[in-house]
């Protein structure tokens, strides 16, 4: 399974709060299910994004809000990690812990990647996180 907030336009719409608790009671309850009825369960991938402001997420040309082509959107500020505010770090740090605490009620996940090209999409980068 691949698990993604992002390519839901409704879930990166509501509040951060209800994004905290949407893996743990979607994804892990889905994930243990799944263990249960299937046996090995494993999550294939996830990142630590929260809406699409990452580079060539939707596709070279898709519409999003980091480049401007998605209404009422904006990605004002939202790669420069070295610039994020406390509250930014802190609510990605819940967010990680949140979803790290659901993928592991099956047997086990990958973060997206290690490290991307320049830190271009910090949400993306594992190494960055750490």
């Keep these: 399974t691949h698990q993604y907030l992002i390519f839901d336009p409704n879930l990166m719409k509501v509040s951060q709060e209800t ?3 949407f ?3 979607a994804w892990g309850t889905a994930l243990s299910q ?7 369960t494993f999550c294939g991938e996830w990142s630590v994004a929260a809406d699409d402001c990452a580079l060539y997420l939707n596709g070279v040309g898709g519409k999003s809000a980091y480049d401007g082509s998605c209404a009422n959107c904006t990605c004002v500020g939202a790669n420069d990690w070295e610039n994020w505010t406390p509250q ?3 609510f990605l740090r819940q967010f990680t812990e949140v979803q790290m605490d659901a993928l592991e009620m099956g047997n086990g996940w990958f ?3 290690w490290k991307t090209e320049n830190n271009i999409n910090p949400v993306w980068d594992y190494q960055l996180g750490l």
Excluded: I, R, V
Excluded at 34 to 40: A, H, K, T, V
């Design 111 to 113: 973060f997206w990647t």
């Design 19 to 21: 994004q905290l608790l």
């Design 23 to 25: 893996p743990c009671a």
């Design 88 to 90: 930014k770090k802190a």
């Design 34 to 40: 799944s263990l249960q009825d299937f046996g090995l």
